[in-house]
């Protein structure tokens, strides 16, 4: 199935991605274009070899682009991988050791307790608050002038902001979403990248200027959601019959199915920061782009309008999917998943050390030589019933594989399914001409300057 690399002057709607580069970089050179912007940091010879494999003095390397590898890493011998040094700098000041976080005996308690929170019957009586929002933002755009402009990116992170925090902590009670976004990007901006400093043995004791820069978010995170948790708490002590059925209720509440132990203080704490973080901003980046796509496909974007207005149930919006899935494909909200081997081990019969930096990324996973026909370019019918089968469980990830695969995929889909299928209803979105779409990695996959577009009635 292999593809040719596509050529500067093609003529058909290449959604926006950096071509794959030629340039030979030295160790520094690609961890500071790693740090800068990973996804513009790859050559060709990352879309189209199944493994690189390098020994540098910073570290070993490994990146894994054949899916048995991923396989191997993520699954077979997956215990013998412990999410990144990197990672872990990066997400550990906000995240403390919540489920993204930990390892261990603690991963698989936490896991195990917040597996349930998870399961159909909850998702199920949260699509109504999902509605609910995705309506009032809907409202909001139908009191505009037909074509008024507005920066998708940030209305769907509002949404997807406002959905989270509903479903954790009810209505009414949630920080303001204007300096939580602010905070949050102060955090990623700050934090969201790997430091080149750090990489190359700045000891962690030492604070970079991006640390210093981070505190005030931090602080401000730390301070609201600790009022949060301990109002719930005492709530709870007093009538837990009263208590509002969310996620806060339920991380306070569920029992360890394998010894009924509760989660401890700062498993709560860890775990509301963790929902808050994965749980909204991964979402509203993809409905994001996929909004993009469908103005720049227009053909689908009539085809999904069609299916929206004849059917209700999300289950049955097949386009819908197949649009979401090609979408997640192009623009992976995780565009990287990294490991740390803890031991030795052979993959894809290259053997490597203990502490071998161990990449595999999404991003560029999807948009493979190897693995895809024309990757670059926007074709939902690949997952389409008959095809989607063809495609390996391990070429595609988006939510990641194995027993650390994201717990959050129902939900999200379910929520981006149903502020999608709202949207199309009522609203066609065009793309304003002359902007420059940058698909930025921050730990997430953000466009970096919005996505701006016009809003019209149907
Ligand atoms: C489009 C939306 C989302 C995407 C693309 C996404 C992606 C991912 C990926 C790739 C992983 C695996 C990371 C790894 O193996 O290193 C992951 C893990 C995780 N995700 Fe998501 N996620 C999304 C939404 C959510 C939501 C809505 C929540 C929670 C409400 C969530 C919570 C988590 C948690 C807690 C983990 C860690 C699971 C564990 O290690 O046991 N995610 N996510």
């Given at each position: 199935?292999?593809?040719?690399?596509?050529?500067?002057?093609?003529?058909?709607?290449?959604?926006?991605?950096p071509?794959?580069?030629?340039?030979k970089?030295?160790?520094?050179?690609?961890?500071?274009?790693?740090?800068?912007?990973?996804?513009?940091?790859?050559?060709?010879?990352?879309?189209?070899l199944?493994?690189?494999?390098?020994?540098?003095?910073?570290?070993?390397?490994?990146?894994?682009?054949?899916?048995?590898?991923?396989?191997?890493?993520?699954?077979?011998?997956?215990?013998?991988?412990?999410?990144?040094?990197?990672?872990?700098?990066?997400?550990?000041?906000?995240?403390?050791?919540?489920?993204?976080?930990?390892?261990?005996?603690?991963?698989?308690?936490?896991?195990?307790?917040?597996?349930?929170?998870?399961?159909?019957?909850?998702?199920?009586?949260?699509?109504?608050?999902?509605?609910?929002?995705?309506?009032?933002?809907?409202?909001?755009?139908?009191?505009?002038?037909?074509?008024?402009?507005?920066?998708?990116?940030?209305?769907?992170?509002?949404?997807?902001?406002?959905?989270?925090?509903?479903?954790?902590?009810?209505?009414?009670?949630?920080?303001?979403?204007?300096?939580?976004?602010?905070?949050?990007?102060?955090?990623?901006?700050?934090?969201?990248?790997?430091?080149?400093?750090?990489?190359?043995?700045?000891?962690?004791?030492?604070?970079?200027?991006?640390?210093?820069?981070?505190?005030?978010?931090?602080?401000?995170?730390?301070?609201?959601?600790?009022?949060?948790?301990?109002?719930?708490?005492?709530?709870?002590?007093a009538?837990?019959?009263?208590?509002?059925?969310?996620?806060?209720?339920?991380?306070?509440?569920?029992?360890?199915?394998e010894?009924?132990?509760?989660?401890?203080?700062a498993?709560?704490?860890?775990?509301v920061?963790?929902?808050?973080?994965?749980?909204?901003?991964?979402?509203?980046?993809?409905?994001?782009?996929?909004?993009?796509?469908?103005?720049?496909?227009?053909?689908?974007?009539?085809?999904?309008?069609?299916?929206?207005?004849?059917?209700?149930?999300?289950?049955?919006?097949?386009l819908?999917?197949?649009?979401?899935?090609?979408?997640?494909?192009?623009?992976?909200?995780?565009?990287i998943?990294?490991r740390?081997?803890?031991?030795?081990?052979?993959?894809?019969?290259i053997?490597?050390r203990?502490?071998?930096?161990?990449?595999?990324?999404?991003?560029?996973?999807?948009?493979?030589?190897?693995?895809?026909?024309?990757?670059?370019?926007?074709?939902?019918?690949?997952?389409?019933?008959?095809?989607?089968?063809?495609?390996?469980?391990?070429?595609?990830?988006?939510?990641?594989?194995?027993?650390?695969?994201?717990?959050?995929?129902?939900?999200?889909?379910?929520?981006?399914?149903?502020i999608?299928?709202?949207?199309?209803?009522?609203?066609r979105?065009?793309?304003?001409?002359?902007?420059a779409?940058?698909?930025?990695?921050r730990?997430?996959?953000?466009?970096?300057?919005?996505?701006?577009?016009?809003?019209?009635?149907?």
């Amino acid at each position: 199935m292999a593809s040719v690399l596509p050529l500067h002057n093609d003529t058909r709607v290449r959604p926006a991605a950096p071509f794959p580069h030629n340039r030979k970089l030295s160790t520094l050179g690609v961890l500071r274009e790693m740090s800068r912007n990973p996804v513009a940091a790859f050559g060709t010879g990352a879309y189209t070899l199944p493994y690189a494999y390098a020994r540098t003095w910073v570290q070993d390397f490994l990146m894994v682009n054949d899916p048995e590898g991923v396989k191997h890493v993520l699954l077979d011998n997956w215990s013998n991988y412990a999410k990144s040094i990197q990672f872990q700098r990066l997400t550990r000041p906000a995240l403390g050791n919540g489920l993204v976080n930990a390892e261990g005996a603690s991963w698989r308690f936490q896991r195990r307790v917040a597996a349930p929170m998870f399961q159909p019957r909850h998702l199920a009586a949260f699509a109504p608050v999902m509605t609910e929002a995705a309506d009032e933002t809907l409202a909001a755009w139908s009191a505009l002038p037909d074509g008024s402009e507005i920066d998708a990116a940030e209305a769907m992170m509002h949404l997807t902001y406002e959905i989270i925090s509903r479903t954790l902590f009810s209505r009414g009670v949630a920080m303001n979403f204007g300096k939580m976004a602010s905070a949050l990007a102060l955090y990623l901006e700050t934090q969201g990248r790997v430091s080149v400093l750090r990489t190359i043995g700045l000891p962690s004791w030492i604070p970079t200027w991006d640390d210093l820069r981070a505190r005030a978010p931090l602080a401000y995170f730390r301070k609201e959601l600790s009022q949060l948790v301990a109002a719930r708490r005492r709530q709870l002590d007093a009538s837990p019959a009263d208590a509002p059925h969310d996620f806060l209720t339920l991380l306070l509440s569920t029992r360890d199915p394998e010894g009924g132990a509760l989660f401890g203080e700062a498993e709560v704490f860890d775990n509301v920061m963790t929902f808050v973080f994965a749980g909204h901003e991964t979402t509203a980046n993809a409905l994001a782009w996929t909004l993009y796509l469908l103005a720049l496909h227009p053909q689908w974007d009539v085809r999904l309008a069609e299916e929206v207005h004849n059917e209700s149930e999300v289950e049955r919006l097949v386009l819908t999917r197949m649009v979401l899935e090609e979408s997640l494909r192009l623009y992976p909200p995780a565009p990287i998943i990294s490991r740390d081997s803890i031991g030795p081990d052979t993959v894809g019969g290259i053997e490597i050390r203990a502490n071998t930096s161990v990449m595999i990324s999404p991003w560029v996973l999807h948009r493979h030589r190897l693995l895809w026909n024309e990757p670059d370019y926007f074709d939902p019918d690949r997952f389409g019933p008959g095809r989607r089968e063809s495609i390996h469980r391990f070429a595609y990830l988006p939510f990641g594989a194995g027993p650390r695969v994201c717990i959050g995929m129902g939900f999200s889909l379910q929520e981006a399914t149903i502020i999608l299928s709202a949207i199309l209803r009522q609203f066609r979105l065009e793309l304003l001409p002359g902007q420059a779409i940058e698909p930025q990695a921050r730990l997430t996959l953000r466009p970096r300057h919005g996505i701006r577009m016009r809003v019209h009635r149907r």
